[in-house]
């Protein structure tokens, strides 16, 4: 009993425990951080490819941990599905980017989208009713408004997916199909979704000038929004080269942090509002 094994199994049960336990804390802190309003958002810019006009801005949610800082989405939105509490902070993030933008538009008379990651498991006849609710909130134009979605509404419920987007869309939302190109080979579903605009994974655009392969995928995805009247964004620009590529294959326009990082609110306004060119 004093075996080594023994002490193994003992020390991989703890490691187990500790998992299961900071699983849980993750999950208790979150419920604090909904209770305590811990979130922030952070705006990234949406750019022209030709001459850097602002076109959008999308919203990405940040939690302002009180020990840990900032913690990115990507490490909390995933538990964030699993234990429904996406829902009260899908609400929290699309009321807060509509006011905030509303507030801009007010001062600055925009020419410009905000864009709002949607989690598949917010989408249900009650975001229906909160998307119009949160509009007349914030007193925001719906023709400004994007909804960002992935193909993950392809997974389940597709029919039930479907008609919940055609009741936003019929309130003037559009939708934005995030991470385009690595999702499901069938496209059929492009001309059935009431979706405006294709979103180029960062994934092709990262290699873009040293794989061919990538080059060849992003020109394809280029041509099919072309020839469904798409508008196009290509994500994940980091630098001249990428930009000089899809300046060259006629993509209209970018966002990544060769344009900018997404900031603070206050940042963006002060560094892409009032800073405009005259
Ligand atoms: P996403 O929607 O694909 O957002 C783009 C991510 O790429 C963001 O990461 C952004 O900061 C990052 N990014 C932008 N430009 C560049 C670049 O040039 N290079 C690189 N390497 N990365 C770039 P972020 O902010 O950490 O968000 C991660 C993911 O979390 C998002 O991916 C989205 O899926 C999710 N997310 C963020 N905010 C929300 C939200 O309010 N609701 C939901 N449901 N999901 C959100
Ligand atoms: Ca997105
Ligand atoms: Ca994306
Ligand atoms: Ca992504």
């Known amino acids: ?75 909390f939105i995933p538990i964030a599905e ?31 989208t905000i864009s709002v990651n949607v989690s598949v498991r917010q989408l249900d006849d009650a975001f229906v009713l909160r998307t119009q609710e949160i509009l007349n909130i914030s007193q925001l134009d719906a023709k400004y408004l994007e909804l960002e979605i992935t193909e993950s509404l392809l997974l389940d419920n597709v029919q039930e997916n479907l008609r919940i987007l055609d009741n936003i869309n019929k309130l003037g939302v559009r939708f934005a199909m995030d991470d385009f190109g690595t999702g499901y080979s069938s496209l059929s579903y492009l001309k059935q979704f009431p979706i405006s605009k294709l979103k180029i994974d960062r994934a092709f655009i990262n290699e873009i000038n040293n794989d061919p392969e990538d080059e060849a995928i992003v020109r394809a995805i280029i041509a099919l929004a ?53």
């Open 1 to 75: 009993a004093k075996s080594r094994g023994g002490n193994c199994y003992q020390f991989y049960t703890e490691e187990m425990n500790q998992k299961v336990n900071s699983r849980l804390t993750l999950e208790n802190e979150l419920r604090r951080a909904v209770k305590n309003q811990e979130f922030e958002l952070y705006y990234q810019p949406q750019v022209s490819t030709f001459d850097n006009r602002l076109l959008g801005a999308e919203a990405l949610i940040r939690w302002i941990h009180p020990s840990a800082g900032i913690v990115s989405p990507a490490d």
């Open 82 to 112: 699993e234990t429904g509490l996406i829902r009260e902070i899908g609400d929290w993030a699309l009321l807060e980017a509509c006011k905030k933008f509303s507030e801009w538009n007010n001062t600055f008379a925009l020419d410009m």
């Open 226 to 278: 072309k020839t469904l009247r798409l508008e196009l964004v290509a994500e994940g620009v980091e630098n001249h080269q990428q930009l000089a590529l899809l300046q060259a294959l006629a993509c209209d326009s970018y966002q990544g942090y060769y344009f900018s990082k997404p900031v603070p609110a206050d940042v963006f306004r002060q560094r892409y509002l009032e800073q405009k060119p005259p």
